[in-house]
């Protein structure tokens, strides 16, 4: 339920600002927004509000060692800006090519720093969103009014990860570190480390302090797939050698690596075990005959039923097969003085304990939002194709995807937002909502995410909170790039589950 307090009718003598077309956040989603656009809806008043200092958004905020892409920037960059680079990225990196993006769109004067989005109310008599920000600088309270609202801030909570409650927490006589809010001064040189986790964040912060810290062990409850490859892209190597205009070479390795992408994504629904066993050997090719693939690295579900972590140059497999970092998979009986107890009886000691277990799942920023009136409540709408949601107006949300990089999809929706925009222009009129077709009025109205499909924890956890999928097709979000990419651009806007008001 929103946030009753932030919905009251504020002061009146606020300063008021209208634009055309408000994006919400100045992460990879919105600066991608914010150039497509400005180059497909030109003369378009448009803000970026960033609560933030700078651009950046999960870049910016998360700061622990090895920070880096989980996803190849040939597909994870934008379609319009080439990458020139190894595939996988570090933040500062990825910040750099943000920066370009924004120098040389001139999108630096459309954003407004450090203002937070405190509450969203829409009006079908004004037909107008009125949007209440807070300046984190002066603590000034603003006000937007704008036609269309682009929600871009991403799907987590920024401000705190998930760290769950086991016993005997304040017992531990050491520190315990979440990483996305990693100290600037810590000290790990000469620390016995324990890294709790077994995703993307836990396979790149482990051979990222490997070597700083006296012996770093990652302790996984559950084993995780892992891809291990060279961090280089071959085809787009040699083109660049030949001299291939740069633009070219990140088009084709593009297309190759969309390719590739979806190979493995299909070969993983129709012969799981086969995969299973590549990625299995794949990790033995590191850590040799004798390491305990079996105990350590042989998840219970088949590959991508949750996300595959690429691990570039095999660096946590390299780290575990040097002796710098170890293994353990077992179940938290309880922390201790000394460090953790496993259920298995074995004590693990610890100077600092970090806890790369996840993020806590945020509904579009947590804002509270507000139509004609009544709060509104995401978790009781309906999601057409991921992007709007029924009963809320004149509003997109981007969500990317878990199987392929996040960025193909805020490339994908910025058309379809551009494309809705231009035709309300042209059919003059100034509201449009998804609403049901007469088909869809006795569907079965289901969880956002099938868990059969795909189950991370963290949206396990939340799904309460998500709006619904229907079980007819356009009320979910497939997930399915290969798809959303044929039949997005040809989405009929006049169509009925597009509802229309002048």
Same mark, same amino acid.
């Given at each position: 339920?929103?946030?009753?307090?932030?919905?009251?009718?504020?002061?009146?003598?606020? %300063?008021?600002?209208? *634009? @055309? +077309?408000?994006?919400?956040?100045? $992460?990879?989603?919105?600066?991608?927004?914010?150039?497509? =656009?400005?180059?497909?809806?030109?003369?378009?008043?448009?803000?970026?509000?960033?609560?933030?200092?700078?651009?950046?958004?999960?870049?910016?905020?998360?700061?622990?060692?090895?920070?880096?892409?989980?996803?190849?920037?040939?597909?994870?960059?934008?379609?319009?800006?080439?990458?020139?680079?190894?595939?996988?990225?570090?933040?500062?990196?990825?910040?750099?090519?943000?920066?370009?993006?924004?120098?040389?769109?001139?999108?630096?004067?459309?954003?407004?720093?450090?203002?937070?989005?405190?509450?969203?109310?829409?009006?079908?008599?004004? %037909?107008?969103?009125? *949007? @209440? +920000?807070?300046?984190?600088?002066? $603590?000034?309270?603003?006000?937007?009014?704008?036609?269309? =609202?682009?929600?871009?801030?991403?799907?987590?909570?920024?401000?705190?990860?998930?760290?769950?409650?086991?016993?005997?927490?304040?017992?531990?006589?050491?520190?315990?570190?979440?990483?996305?809010?990693?100290?600037?001064?810590?000290?790990?040189?000469?620390?016995?480390?324990?890294?709790?986790?077994?995703?993307?964040?836990?396979?790149?912060?482990?051979?990222?302090?490997?070597?700083?810290?006296?012996?770093?062990?990652?302790?996984?409850?559950?084993?995780?797939?892992?891809?291990?490859?060279?961090?280089?892209?071959?085809?787009?190597?040699?083109?660049?050698?030949?001299?291939?205009?740069?633009?070219?070479?990140?088009?084709?390795?593009?297309?190759?690596?969309?390719?590739?992408?979806?190979?493995?994504?299909?070969?993983?629904?129709?012969?799981?075990?086969?995969?299973?066993?590549?990625?299995?050997?794949?990790?033995?090719?590191?850590?040799?005959?004798?390491?305990?693939?079996?105990?350590?690295?042989?998840?219970?579900?088949?590959?991508?039923?949750?996300?595959?972590?690429?691990?570039?140059?095999?660096?946590?497999?390299?780290?575990?097969?040097?002796?710098?970092?170890?293994?353990?998979?077992?179940?938290?009986?309880?922390?201790?003085?000394?460090?953790?107890?496993?259920?298995?009886?074995?004590?693990?000691?610890?100077?600092?304990?970090?806890?790369?277990?996840?993020?806590?799942?945020?509904?579009?920023?947590?804002?509270?939002?507000?139509?004609?009136?009544?709060?509104?409540?995401?978790?009781?709408?309906?999601?057409?194709?991921?992007?709007?949601?029924?009963?809320?107006?004149?509003?997109?949300?981007?969500?990317?995807?878990?199987?392929?990089?996040?960025?193909?999809?805020?490339?994908?929706?910025?058309?379809?937002?551009?494309?809705?925009?231009?035709?309300?222009?042209?059919?003059?009129?100034?509201?449009?909502?998804?609403?049901?077709?007469?088909?869809?009025?006795?569907?079965?109205?289901?969880?956002?995410?099938?868990?059969?499909?795909?189950?991370?924890?963290?949206?396990?956890?939340?799904?309460?909170?998500?709006?619904?999928?229907?079980?007819?097709?356009?009320?979910?979000?497939?997930?399915?790039?290969?798809?959303?990419?044929?039949?997005?651009?040809?989405?009929?806007?006049?169509?009925?589950?597009?509802?229309?008001?002048?």
């Amino acid at each position: 339920m929103a946030d009753q307090t932030a919905l009251k009718k504020p002061n009146t003598d606020i %300063k008021t600002e209208h *634009v @055309d +077309v408000l994006i919400a956040g100045a $992460g990879i989603s919105g600066i991608g927004a914010a150039y497509h =656009l400005r180059d497909q809806c030109a003369g378009k008043r448009f803000v970026v509000l960033e609560a933030l200092e700078d651009f950046g958004g999960t870049w910016r905020m998360h700061t622990y060692p090895g920070i880096r892409s989980d996803s190849d920037l040939y597909t994870f960059g934008y379609r319009f800006k080439p990458w020139i680079g190894p595939p996988i990225a570090t933040a500062e990196e990825i910040l750099s090519y943000m920066g370009d993006v924004i120098d040389e769109n001139e999108l630096d004067d459309h954003i407004r720093y450090q203002h937070k989005i405190t509450a969203a109310r829409w009006s079908s008599k004004d %037909k107008l969103w009125t *949007v @209440d +920000v807070t300046r984190g600088d002066t $603590g000034e309270a603003l006000r937007f009014t704008t036609n269309f =609202l682009w929600m871009c801030q991403g799907y987590y909570n920024h401000a705190e990860g998930y760290t769950p409650e086991w016993d005997g927490m304040d017992d531990f006589e050491g520190e315990i570190v979440h990483p996305q809010t990693w100290p600037e001064d810590i000290d790990l040189s000469g620390k016995r480390v324990i890294c709790i986790g077994s995703g993307a964040t836990a396979a790149t912060l482990v051979p990222a302090i490997a070597g700083e810290c006296a012996h770093v062990t990652l302790l996984q409850r559950s084993p995780t797939y892992f891809f291990p490859a060279e961090n280089r892209n071959e085809l787009a190597d040699e083109l660049h050698r030949i001299g291939v205009d740069a633009k070219l070479v990140h088009d084709i390795a593009r297309k190759k690596a969309l390719f590739d992408q979806q190979e493995m994504t299909q070969r993983c629904i129709d012969e799981p075990e086969v995969v299973k066993e590549e990625l299995l050997a794949a990790a033995r090719e590191y850590l040799g005959p004798d390491f305990d693939i079996d105990t350590h690295f042989t998840p219970k579900y088949r590959p991508w039923q949750q996300r595959l972590a690429f691990i570039p140059d095999g660096d946590l497999f390299q780290g575990l097969a040097a002796g710098q970092a170890s293994v353990v998979t077992d179940q938290i009986e309880r922390f201790t003085k000394k460090g953790i107890l496993l259920k298995s009886g074995k004590e693990l000691e610890a100077d600092i304990i970090v806890t790369a277990t996840g993020f806590n799942l945020s509904v579009l920023g947590g804002i509270p939002f507000e139509v004609d009136g009544a709060p509104v409540d995401f978790s009781k709408t309906v999601t057409y194709r991921g992007m709007m949601f029924t009963g809320v107006p004149n509003m997109v949300w981007v969500f990317g995807y878990f199987r392929a990089s996040w960025t193909l999809r805020v490339d994908l929706v910025a058309d379809f937002v551009c494309r809705l925009i231009k035709h309300m222009d042209a059919k003059g009129v100034r509201e449009v909502q998804a609403a049901f077709r007469a088909e869809d009025k006795d569907m079965d109205i289901l969880p956002w995410m099938d868990s059969d499909n795909f189950n991370p924890g963290y949206l396990m956890r939340s799904q309460h909170l998500m709006p619904k999928r229907g079980s007819n097709y356009i009320w979910q979000h497939t997930q399915d790039y290969w798809r959303e990419r044929d039949e997005l651009p040809e989405l009929d806007l006049n169509a009925e589950e597009f509802a229309y008001e002048a």
